[in-house]
């Protein structure tokens, strides 16, 4: 006779054997005798080469020394921390002027902070965020890299770039603080609700206009110490050339995807062409054409910007 429960039966949890680390670690690395006799010997292969590297690191190394020679002097086998602490502002800066330093680390601390916005869910107005970063900051940064007299686009461009920082910013603290856009919050604060779209269009203008106004007054009396490109170099220059040459490489690359799948025999062959030829070679033998042959080419007197041959040659590159 079979019994009916009224009440279902509780599930039953899953087996510590089975939920556990250690029934991973049965069940992954000790499953059979091959399996655990290749684990052990894993193992052992990480742990000599990890102590290796901790030997080499830090117990062997010399973290302080005057020359070269007391470095060797000190340990042979071990590392010579001290030459790169040495060189540290070498390897990030380059021949950069040690006293113009703030203006790279303010430079890359303005990014980080313009572009916060984008990992911000509360954050308002992030295609304006994305679009102002690509419009605006590489002139900024240009500028603030390598100084000089400003021309009056280059002041325009600065100018623009402080409004647009500011706004993104007012936006960013509006939609964490308030819940709603940098706009929104004026025109709130303003008494304009009611008011027609044409009339809180027309008010926020004004007010973009007069920040653009004092920002172009404030950043008129002020310059940087220039510095030659010749002088950039280590991580900072690798950073800029690869920042430029991915962001500019995007519209190339769409340009040559579109002529790729075109139905016109002679764009679809030119882009192919282009495509494969630069897949088909290393980035090194790109910029070496690009800074060694290149001038070759060009008629007698005509000198171009080595830096400006690297960027386009990466962008080149990037795009394919």
């Given at each position: 006779m079979?019994?009916?429960?009224?009440?279902?039966?509780p599930?039953?949890?899953?087996?510590?054997?089975?939920?556990s680390i250690?029934?991973w670690?049965?069940?992954?690395?000790?499953?059979?005798?091959?399996n655990?006799?290749?684990?052990?010997f894993?193992?052992?292969?990480?742990?000599?080469?990890?102590?290796?590297?901790?030997?080499?690191?830090?117990?062997?190394?010399?973290?302080?020394?005057e020359?070269?020679?007391?470095?060797?002097?000190?340990?042979?086998?071990?590392?010579c921390?001290a030459?790169v602490?040495?060189?540290?502002?070498n390897?990030?800066?380059?021949?950069?002027?040690?006293?113009?330093?703030?203006?790279i680390n303010?430079?890359?601390?303005l990014?980080?902070?313009?572009?916060?916005?984008?990992?911000?869910?509360?954050a308002?107005?992030?295609v304006?965020?994305?679009?102002?970063?690509?419009l605006?900051?590489?002139?900024?940064?240009g500028?603030l890299?390598?100084?000089?007299?400003?021309?009056?686009?280059m002041?325009?461009?600065?100018?623009?770039?402080?409004v647009?920082?500011?706004?993104?910013?007012?936006?960013?603290?509006?939609?964490?603080i308030?819940q709603?856009s940098i706009?929104q919050?004026?025109?709130?604060?303003?008494?304009q609700?009611?008011?027609?779209?044409?009339?809180?269009?027309?008010?926020?203008?004004?007010?973009?206009?007069?920040?653009?106004a004092?920002?172009?007054?404030?950043?008129?009396?002020?310059?940087v110490?220039?510095?030659?490109w010749?002088?950039?170099?280590?991580?900072?220059l690798?950073?800029?050339?690869?920042?430029?040459?991915i962001?500019?490489?995007?519209?190339g690359?769409?340009?040559?995807a579109?002529?790729?799948r075109?139905k016109?025999?002679?764009?679809?062959?030119?882009?192919?062409?282009?495509?494969?030829i630069?897949?088909?070679?290393?980035?090194?033998?790109?910029?070496?054409m690009?800074?060694?042959?290149?001038?070759?080419f060009m008629?007698?007197?005509f000198?171009?910007?080595?830096l400006?041959?690297?960027?386009?040659?990466?962008?080149?590159?990037?795009?394919?």
């Amino acid at each position: 006779m079979a019994i009916i429960k009224a009440t279902k039966t509780p599930a039953r949890s899953a087996p510590i054997s089975e939920t556990s680390i250690l029934g991973w670690l049965q069940k992954n690395l000790f499953s059979s005798a091959f399996n655990t006799v290749l684990t052990l010997f894993t193992a052992y292969i990480i742990y000599l080469a990890v102590n290796g590297v901790y030997i080499w690191g830090f117990v062997d190394a010399t973290f302080v020394a005057e020359t070269r020679r007391e470095c060797y002097d000190n340990s042979l086998t071990g590392a010579c921390w001290a030459g790169v602490i040495d060189w540290l502002d070498n390897i990030f800066y380059g021949r950069y002027p040690r006293e113009e330093l703030w203006r790279i680390n303010f430079g890359g601390i303005l990014l980080a902070f313009w572009m916060a916005p984008l990992w911000i869910a509360r954050a308002k107005g992030k295609v304006l965020v994305g679009a102002s970063v690509v419009l605006f900051y590489p002139f900024l940064a240009g500028y603030l890299f390598s100084g000089g007299d400003k021309g009056l686009f280059m002041q325009l461009m600065i100018s623009g770039a402080i409004v647009a920082f500011a706004i993104n910013m007012a936006n960013t603290i509006a939609g964490i603080i308030k819940q709603q856009s940098i706009a929104q919050f004026v025109i709130k604060s303003l008494g304009q609700t009611n008011a027609t779209d044409k009339t809180q269009r027309n008010l926020l203008i004004a007010l973009v206009a007069v920040g653009f106004a004092a920002a172009y007054l404030w950043q008129s009396s002020w310059t940087v110490e220039f510095v030659t490109w010749t002088k950039w170099g280590g991580l900072f220059l690798t950073l800029v050339i690869s920042g430029i040459g991915i962001a500019s490489a995007m519209p190339g690359g769409i340009i040559l995807a579109l002529g790729r799948r075109s139905k016109l025999p002679v764009l679809r062959v030119l882009s192919t062409g282009f495509i494969e030829i630069f897949r088909s070679v290393p980035l090194i033998t790109v910029l070496f054409m690009a800074t060694t042959m290149f001038p070759l080419f060009m008629p007698e007197g005509f000198v171009l910007n080595k830096l400006v041959q690297v960027i386009i040659a990466v962008v080149l590159f990037n795009a394919c």
